[in-house]
């Protein structure tokens, strides 16, 4: 048992034990094939209907516009390569700080012909609308932009884009792999084509996710084969982790605003520490609306992958930069897109908190950080 305290819940979760408890039957002896004609199949397939049915709840879709996929990443590359693909001429615009699970997928549409645009943040990291208006002038097949930051927790105002979007006859879809859990999601009143969703964000199982889309919207599959999904995710249905997602969207459906209550306490109190050592806070304005659990600063001449490990040494996990590429040591995008110079961008630290972390521990945790700066303050005198 790894006694640590996990404070990185934006990079994943820990899987709930009532939605282990749910996935256990389809580990185990109801092992069919949703396929398949007999007793096993029609059981796979009553499952995966169920929880097709519980994550439409959790974010105020129907169900049958819920196609379920192995995560957010494939999520997205279905609706950036899958969208575009039946508008040829028309342009891809993304955020400029889209996660890599978007960006990449867009970047690589090029070889296909699709011109990429990136439209511009503000420096608290929301999206220019008047960028985008210019940017939507050339015709557009997609606008894809993140419901909320996977680093500094900012929410965009998506059904304004949203609104924009259709304005321009192009189609909208939105990442929001980070807002499900944290903030209250609802497909019809986000006004978005097409939605984003991620199991293992949300104390579900790693390796599920969803696209949430608007039935009308024309898309090509990524995958080919026995047809599951409507034709759009073929591929044996992984039924555990699917019943694991559905049975975690039940679960923030009851607790949501317990939830976010108790982190919004612990980040509130944590933000309150860090400015009295002297953070930097990215995209804390009061103007600004951030997910409830998170928080992305920095301590000038403090390198954040420096602290990151200090902080892991003394029992504390955070994350640098994003989750997701914290192998890489370039100064996260999001904070240069957002203008922040790239000295003070390199001691980029997030703390994400979620179920199961207390005052105790984070009390603890203000208390180690300002010892490890303190130390490493002295480091740094001592080699200038
Ligand atoms: N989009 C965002 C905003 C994320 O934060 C992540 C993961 O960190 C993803 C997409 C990728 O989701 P998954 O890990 O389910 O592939």
Not at 116 to 132: C, Q
Not at 167 to 196: C, E, P, W, Y
Not at 239 to 252: N, Q, R, T, Y
């Amino acid at each position: 048992m790894n006694s640590a305290v996990y404070l990185d819940h934006n990079g994943t979760t820990l899987l709930d034990p009532r939605v282990l408890q749910a996935m256990m039957p389809y580990l185990s002896e109801q092992h069919g094939n949703a396929t398949s004609r007999h007793v096993f199949g029609r059981g796979a397939r009553q499952a995966i209907d169920h929880a097709r049915g519980q994550v439409a709840d959790a974010v105020g879709a129907h169900p049958s516009q819920v196609i379920f996929t192995a995560g957010g990443t494939e999520a997205d590359n279905l609706a950036i390569c899958g969208i575009p693909a039946t508008r040829p001429n028309g342009q891809i615009a993304m955020s400029a700080i889209e996660h890599p699970a978007v960006t990449r997928p867009a970047f690589a549409m090029r070889s296909r012909g699709h011109r990429v645009a990136v439209i511009a943040v503000d420096h608290v990291g929301r999206v220019e609308k008047n960028h985008l208006d210019a940017i939507l002038e050339k015709p557009t097949a997609l606008v894809s932009v993140m419901l909320a930051n996977n680093e500094t927790g900012v929410i965009q105002d998506i059904a304004g884009i949203a609104e924009t979007t259709r304005r321009h006859g192009a189609f909208m879809h939105t990442d929001a792999v980070q807002g499900l859990g944290k903030i209250k999601l609802d497909f019809t009143a986000l006004n978005v084509h097409a939605m984003s969703l991620s199991a293992h964000k949300i104390n579900g199982p790693q390796g599920a996710g969803a696209l949430v889309l608007d039935k009308r919207v024309d898309i090509q599959p990524l995958l080919h084969g026995g047809g599951q999904e409507k034709g759009l995710r073929s591929g044996t249905e992984n039924v555990a982790a699917i019943v694991g997602f559905g049975a975690a969207c039940e679960l923030i459906r009851h607790e949501l605003v317990q939830r976010t209550g108790a982190v919004r306490q612990l980040r509130d109190q944590l933000e309150l520490g860090l400015k009295a050592l002297g953070a930097h806070i990215f995209g804390a304005a009061s103007s600004n609306e951030r997910l409830p659990n998170t928080s992305f600063f920095a301590f000038p001449e403090i390198e954040g992958e420096t602290l990151v490990m200090a902080l892991d040494r003394k029992g504390f996990a955070v994350a640098s930069g994003s989750a997701c590429s914290s192998d890489s040591t370039e100064p996260s995008h999001v904070l240069l897109a957002m203008g922040v110079e790239p000295e003070l961008a390199r001691g980029a630290v997030r703390v994400s908190f979620g179920a199961g972390n207390s005052r105790q521990q984070l009390v603890a945790f203000l208390q180690v950080l300002e010892n490890e700066l303190q130390r490493l303050k002295r480091l740094t005198a001592v080699a200038v």
